[in-house]
Antibody, heavy 117, light 106 residues
């Protein structure tokens, strides 16, 4: 069974930093691109960042480019998102998701809440 | 920036069919995807590549495309189908989600 588990969320002041982690199991983690998607309270889904399987390509939404950094450790089946210069509007549940074979996101974690206040 | 438009809400009586639309500029040229998100839960992929269902998704979920509008249809809706539904597409290397549609069973 594919499992994704996020951690690292919490309360941080504006301008502060946080690192989110996502642990994957039940599949060949190193074979899949991975993605972060966030959801502000009561709002819709917003793509944040993606990274390919070998970390050679990273992609960011305009709203986070230059402030967030995505990385991964395939040896430890882990995905990371470094959040710097945080703003109140970054408050959201952050989900990690596995990129499927067809441009979809076929498995999602439960999410971790980041509150900037 | 690229936008996908969905109606904020759709209501349907149990056992009836529900349709949720998603529209975008030149969406007909892009693959579209649909996710279901029940309250307090993570999104679940219900449709990929315009109209394909992942394993484990009931066949009452289907999708079709006409021009630049894609429609998710739930045939014979059940109580468990009450959820938010999001369409998704790719544009210029970025992932775009629609604003979401809340499906309410009357």
């Amino acid at each position: 069974e594919v499992l994704l588990e996020e951690s690292g969320g919490g309360l941080v002041k504006p301008g502060g930093s946080l690192t989110l982690s996502c642990s994957g199991s039940g599949f060949s983690f190193r074979s899949y691109a991975m993605t972060w998607v966030r959801q502000a309270p009561g709002k819709g889904l917003q793509w944040v960042s993606s990274i390919n399987s070998r970390s050679t390509n990273t992609f960011y939404a305009d709203s986070v480019r230059g402030r967030f950094t995505v990385s991964r450790d395939n040896a430890n089946n882990s995905l990371f998102l470094q959040l710097d210069s945080l703003r109140v509007e970054d408050t959201a549940v952050y989900f990690c998701a596995r990129d499927g074979d067809y441009g979809d996101f076929d498995h999602w974690g439960l999410g971790t809440l980041v509150t900037v206040s | 920036s690229y936008d996908l438009s969905q109606p904020p809400s759709v209501s349907v009586s149990p056992g009836h069919n529900a349709g949720i639309t998603c529209s975008g500029n030149q969406l007909g040229d892009k693959y579209t995807y649909w996710y279901q998100q029940r309250p307090g839960q993570s999104p679940v992929l219900v449709i990929y590549h315009d109209s394909k269902r992942p394993s484990g998704i009931p066949d009452r979920f289907s999708a079709s495309k006409s021009g630049d509008t894609t429609t998710l249809t739930i045939t014979g809706t059940q109580t468990m189908d009450e959820a938010d539904y999001y369409c998704q597409a790719w544009d210029s290397g970025s992932v775009i989600f629609g604003g979401g549609t809340k499906l309410t069973l009357l």
